[in-house]
C-alpha cells in the first residue's frame, strides 16, 4: 500500500514538471488553441462538448428528437459518425439535410438542433478552473483562437467583468484586428459560432473564402511563426482541415518553430511516438497526467508559473539593487539609457559620472520615475529616490 501511495505521488510530481522554456514565456508571446477537452473539463454534463464526434451524435439525436430529419437519414448519419474517419463531411453532408435545395445556409434545422444541444451554457459551468486560467492570461496579452462551437470561455468572461467578443473567419475586418492584437478579449472561433449560422464553416468549399485570401492567410500564418501555441484540450486538432490550410501544411520550416501540446499520457509507447511526430511540426508535445481529471490543476499551475514571468519591458528597481551597486555604477546605467534615447550626446568619461549625476539629480529622478511607473511600482518612487539622494550625497 505503501509502495503504492509513493509510486502515485511519483507520478503527481511527475505531471507538475513544466518545460522551462514553456513557463519563461511571456504570456503575450503565446497563443492559446483552445479544444474540445476544455469544454469538457468545464461543463462535464454535456456530452456534446466531449468531442467533435459527440458533438455530431448529439446534433442527430436532437434533429431526431426534433423531427426535423428522416428517421431514414437519422439511422445512415449514426452509422456515418462511427464508421468514417473525416468528420467534417459528416458535418458536411448532416447541414446539408437540414439545409434549403437552394444551397443557402440560412435558413437551415442544424442550428436549431445546436441550440438545443448548447441550450443554457451557462448553467452547466461546474469547473472554471480552466477558463479562469486562459483569462488569466488574456489579460496579459495572450491571444485565443478555437475550434469550438461553444462560448463557454466568452460567458465566463463576462461574468467576470472582461469585455469578450466571439469572432469567426466570415469577418475579415474583426479576424484582421484580432491578429494584430487590437482586440485582448476577443476568442476566434475558427469553425464558427453556434449562436451564428452565418459564421459556421462545415461545408469545406467554405473554407475557400479564408484560404484564397491572400492578406488573411498571411496575417494567420504570421502568427503561427512568431508566436509559440499553446495547444489545450485538442486531441484531434491537427486533423482538423481548416487548422492543416491555415497553419500546419502551408508555414514552412516547421521544425524551427516551437509550440507546446498538452495531451493525456494513457499509453506510454504511444505518448513517445507522439512525442517525436510532432517535433516535426515544431511541436513539444507535454502530458498533464495519467488522468483527465488532472488536467484542470495542471492548467492552472502551469498558467501560475507563466504569470510570474516579469515583463522585459518593464525594468524592476528596488532599493537592493541599488545598495548593491556603487553610485557610479548606477550613474553609468542611467546615462547608458539615456544615450540610446539621445543617441548624439557625447558619453562622459567614468571619473566624471557620479559629478554629472549629482549636477543632473533632477534628470536621474525625472528618468527613474519613469522606470518606476512602467513597471507599476509607485510606491517604491519616494524610497528609492531618497536612496539616490543619499547616496550621492556620501
Request: charged share 25%; hydrophobic share 35%; glycine share 6%.
Amino acid at each position: 500500500m505503501d509502495s503504492t501511495h509513493r509510486k502515485t505521488n511519483r507520478s503527481e510530481q511527475k505531471s507538475r514538471k513544466f518545460l522551462k522554456s514553456l513557463i519563461r514565456k511571456q504570456p503575450r508571446d503565446l497563443l492559446l488553441m483552445i479544444g474540445t477537452g476544455v469544454s469538457a473539463a468545464v461543463a462535464p454534463g454535456i456530452p456534446a462538448l466531449r468531442s467533435w464526434r459527440s458533438c455530431i451524435e448529439a446534433v442527430i439525436e436532437a434533429a431526431d428528437q426534433l423531427e426535423v430529419l428522416h428517421p431514414g437519414d437519422v439511422a445512415e448519419f449514426r452509422k456515418k459518425v462511427v464508421k468514417d474517419r473525416d468528420l467534417l463531411v459528416v458535418a458536411h453532408d448532416l447541414i446539408r439535410k437540414m439545409s434549403p435545395r437552394t444551397g443557402d445556409a440560412k435558413p437551415n434545422f442544424f442550428q436549431d438542433c445546436l441550440m438545443e444541444v448548447f441550450d443554457n451554457l451557462e448553467q452547466h459551468i461546474q469547473n472554471p478552473v480552466v477558463l479562469r486560467s486562459i483569462l488569466r492570461l488574456m489579460e496579459r496579452g495572450t491571444m485565443v483562437l478555437t475550434t469550438n462551437y461553444d462560448n463557454l470561455l466568452e460567458i465566463f468572461g463576462q461574468q467576470q467583468g472582461k469585455p469578450m467578443e466571439s469572432l469567426d473567419l466570415k469577418d475579415k475586418d474583426k479576424v484582421l484586428q484580432w491578429a494584430k492584437g487590437h482586440i485582448r478579449y476577443g476568442v476566434l472561433h475558427i469553425h464558427g459560432l453556434y449562436t451564428d449560422p452565418c459564421g459556421m464553416v462545415l461545408d469545406p468549399s467554405g473554407y475557400k473564402d479564408v484560404t484564397q485570401d491572400p492578406e488573411v492567410m498571411e496575417i494567420l500564418q504570421d502568427l503561427y511563426r512568431t508566436k509559440s501555441f499553446l495547444f489545450l484540450g485538442c486531441g484531434e486538432t491537427l486533423c482538423d482541415q481548416i487548422f492543416q490550410a491555415l497553419f500546419l501544411y502551408t508555414v514552412k520550416n516547421k521544425v524551427d518553430l516551437e509550440h507546446y501540446m498538452l495531451v493525456l499520457k494513457e499509453n506510454e509507447d504511444q505518448f513517445f511516438k507522439l512525442q517525436a511526430d510532432m517535433l516535426l511540426h515544431g511541436i513539444k508535445v507535454v502530458s498533464y497526467g495519467d488522468s483527465f481529471e488532472s488536467f484542470p490543476e495542471y492548467v492552472e499551475d502551469l498558467t501560475t508559473q507563466i504569470c510570474k514571468q516579469k515583463s522585459p519591458d518593464a525594468e524592476q528597481v528596488d532599493s537592493t539593487t541599488l545598495l548593491g551597486t556603487s553610485c557610479v555604477d548606477c550613474a553609468k546605467r542611467k546615462l547608458g539609457d539615456s544615450d540610446k534615447d539621445h543617441p548624439k550626446r557625447a558619453r562622459l568619461p567614468d571619473d566624471a559620472l557620479a559629478f554629472y549625476a549629482e549636477e543632473n539629480l533632477s534628470v536621474v529622478q525625472h528618468k527613474m520615475g519613469s522606470i518606476l511607473s512602467a513597471a507599476n511600482c509607485v510606491n517604491k518612487a519616494q524610497h528609492v529616490q531618497s536612496i539616490l539622494e543619499m547616496s550621492l550625497n556620501c
